[in-house]
């Protein structure tokens, strides 16, 4: 019933976008503060191609990586509030400020949601060199070498970091983070044996390779590409959950008309199946739903990252 609420609201919204004189010549930008090749870009390509479809404009991926995507996400910030020019990031845009007081924006009020593409959780990823099968053996690995194994993450205050550090404030494992300026060149190097650890969701290549082994998924469920890796419950590490989002956000100042627009075009891209199944690919669950709902989802987040910060005592200079 909630596909078939959305695709009803979409359908009206966006006839209601080519009655208020949206011009196919203007054309959208997704913002990606991330560098190419990472799930969150690779989510963006995908919904850029079917809402383009769906809104009759050109929708083009801007990668602005940087500063822990302060970049990219304050230039959205400062950008006109027209709908042309939106941020398509994950978590991360959440709870960067929540360890970071010089981040220059509030995830609350700074910019408007426009709607939530995709939910995922992370696969548990070490090299292929260590002399652990489970992630149990793993922890067990990590507490008797304190200091001497690292992870990689997409750099301070990111959703990988976060993840991280929760890991070892739950495992009182003691493992030194090592910040990359993507995802991809973590697991790249996790792979190549440089660093022994990282969680990202898009190792399912470097693991039928024989590069890496997933020791298991941070989500509740088993990822359906993976059905053989368990949950981290499952695995022995019964309170350590973490899932992430990507999704769409606007200047803050854009009109609420515009918005609806932009979420009736989200939500009608995804009941295309070929997105569906595109995301699924991905190691991603699609979502959908209301401005509303992601908003909501940004607090929680904040709240929840808060207390990770606080249990691990995360400090940034």
Avoid: C
Wanted: no cysteine; glycine share 10%; aromatic share 8%.
């Amino acid at each position: 019933m909630k596909a078939v609420r959305w695709i009803g609201v979409a359908l009206l919204a966006l006839g209601a976008w080519t009655a208020q004189g949206q011009g196919s010549a203007e054309r959208i930008s997704f913002v990606v503060p991330f560098p190419a090749g990472g799930v969150t870009d690779l989510a963006a390509r995908a919904l850029a191609e079917k809402m383009a479809a769906a809104t009759g404009q050109t929708i083009v991926v801007e990668n602005r990586p940087g500063g822990g995507s302060r970049i990219g996400i304050e230039s959205v910030v400062k950008a006109p509030p027209d709908g042309q020019t939106l941020l398509f990031t994950n978590t991360s845009y959440s709870i960067l400020p929540v360890v970071d007081p010089g981040a220059r924006y509030k995830p609350e009020t700074s910019l408007a949601p426009v709607g939530m593409l995709a939910s995922y959780g992370l696969q548990f990823v070490v090299a292929e060199k260590l002399p652990v099968k489970t992630l149990r053996e793993f922890i067990d690995y990590a507490r008797a070498r304190p200091g001497q194994l690292s992870y990689g993450s997409a750099g301070p205050g990111s959703g990988v970091h976060f993840a991280g550090e929760y890991f070892k404030a739950l495992t009182g494992a003691y493992i030194v983070h090592i910040p990359y300026r993507s995802t991809s060149a973590a697991l790249n190097d996790v792979a190549g044996g440089i660093v022994e650890m990282t969680l990202d969701a898009t190792a399912k290549a470097y693991a039928e390779a024989g590069k890496v082994r997933i020791l298991a998924v941070t989500s509740a469920q088993r990822d359906p590409r993976l059905p053989d890796v368990p949950t981290t419950a499952e695995a022995g590490l019964r309170d350590y959950q973490f899932v992430s989002w990507v999704g769409l956000l606007a200047p803050a100042a854009t009109p609420p008309a515009t918005l609806a627009r932009l979420n009736a075009a989200l939500n009608t891209a995804l009941a295309d199946p070929q997105l569906k199944r595109r995301l699924q690919e991905l190691g991603l669950n699609p979502e959908g739903g209301s401005a509303a709902r992601m908003q909501q989802q940004i607090v929680d987040d904040i709240a929840f990252h808060r207390r990770i910060a606080a249990q691990a005592k995360l400090r940034f200079e």
